[in-house]
Nanobody, 116 residues
Framework: QVQLVESGGGLVQAGESLRLSCAAS????????VGWYRRAPANQRELVAA???????NYADSVKGRFTISRDNAKNTVYLQMNSLKPEDTAVYYC??????????WGQGTQVTVSS
């Protein structure tokens, strides 16, 4: 049984940082792509960062230079380091693996709230 569990969300002020974790069981992040998505109220879900099985990364324009995705194969965990947070980063953040093929497996989400 595949399970993805996100953690690390919380309430922070603008300019502060958070690190989200996505720990997996039943699937190996070493050989699967992993994406961090977010859904803000009244918005569609968007992909904010992804890491491929080979380790290449890509980011949404809105988070480039502020967010960093990384992977620890030994812990089978993917992280999202979020710096210089803005109120518009407020959303529920989800991890998903693999990104393709769909649908992949999703975690339950972790809330990030950034106050101004």
């Amino acid at each position: 049984q595949v399970q993805l569990v996100e953690s690390g969300g919380g309430l922070v002020q603008a300019g502060e940082s958070l690190r989200l974790s996505c720990a997996a069981s039943g699937i190996s992040f070493a050989i699967n792509s992993v994406g961090w998505y977010r859904r803000a109220p009244a918005n569609q879900r968007e992909l904010v960062a992804a890491v491929s099985s080979s380790g290449s990364t890509n980011y949404a324009d809105s988070v480039k230079g502020r967010f960093t995705i990384s992977r620890d194969n030994a812990k089978n965990t993917v992280y999202l380091q979020m710096n210089s947070l803005k109120p518009e980063d407020t959303a529920v953040y989800y991890c998903r693996s693999p990104i393709v093929p769909a649908p992949g497996y999703w975690g339950q989400g972790t809330q990030v709230t950034v106050s101004s």
